[in-house]
């Protein structure tokens, strides 16, 4: 079947705007994760959807950041205000919670410019 | 708190040259899971392997296999005979069961070129 699809590819914004970047989690899978890589920093976990339960956010690394899921399909990850700092590669995942070591399918990711 | 290491941020072989990769992790946890991924330039992570703290027998599937020593915490992986189309950046990623294995904590990968 399909696996993890996000939307846009490449996404390039000014200094101050909102962007909006998408993920399509495999169906059936309960489980969604955001990441971002930026260059030198690897991979850094940001939120967690776990079917109805609320999110796990401690990876959002300030109040300018946001995601919700709805439907217990389709998240929207947000961010305000971009900095030039949020320029990455933001990932998306998503993961059959029925697994227990929760391998984790990953999307080609939004490539995110912010001038 | 969780930490995953990869000591080697690029790494330059020759084809059919051996290369192992680094992966030093630390938790407090005494149940937990390794994975190493594969993302080559395309971008997509690709899964490689699942290994769990209970199970340190060393695994070899095709070129690839994984050694586990828990006393050293480390879970190195190494390609035999690399090839070209082994270029990429691979990661080493931890999850514990305190957190539900909910997130992956992932180390900054190395960079491995295989040139021909």
């Known amino acids: 079947g399909a696996g993890v699809s996000q939307s846009p590819s490449n996404k390039v914004t000014e200094k101050g705007k909102d962007v909006e970047l998408r993920c399509d989690p495999i169906s059936g899978h309960t489980a969604l994760y955001w990441y971002r890589q930026s260059l030198g920093q690897g991979l850094e976990f940001l939120i967690y959807?776990?079917?109805?339960?609320?999110?796990?956010k401690s990876g959002l690394p300030s109040d300018r950041f946001s995601a919700e899921r709805t439907g217990g399909s389709v998240s929207t990850l947000t961010i305000q205000r971009t900095q030039q700092e949020d320029s990455a590669v933001y990932l998306c995942?998503?993961?059959?919670?029925?697994?227990?070591?929760?391998?984790?399918?990953f999307g080609p990711g939004t490539r995110l410019t912010v001038l | 708190a969780q930490k995953v290491t990869q000591a080697q941020t690029e790494i330059s072989v020759v084809e059919k040259e051996d290369v192992t990769l680094d992966c030093v992790y630390e938790t407090r946890d005494t149940t937990y899971y390794l994975f190493w991924y594969k993302q080559p330039p395309s971008g997509e992570l690709v899964f490689l392997i699942r290994r769990n703290s209970f199970d340190e027998q060393n695994e070899i599937s095709g070129r690839y296999s994984w050694n586990f020593q828990k006393s050293t915490s480390s879970f190195n992986f190494t390609i035999t005979a690399s090839q070209v189309v082994d270029s990429a950046v691979y990661f080493c990623?931890?999850?514990?069961?305190?957190?539900?294995?909910?997130?992956?904590?992932f180390g900054k990968g190395t960079m491995l070129l295989v040139s021909p």
């Open positions: 959807f776990q079917g109805n339960s609320a999110p796990d």
């Open positions: 995942a998503s993961s059959n919670r029925d697994r227990p070591n929760n391998e984790q399918f």
């Open positions: 990623a931890l999850s514990e069961a305190n957190s539900g294995y909910s997130t992956l904590t």
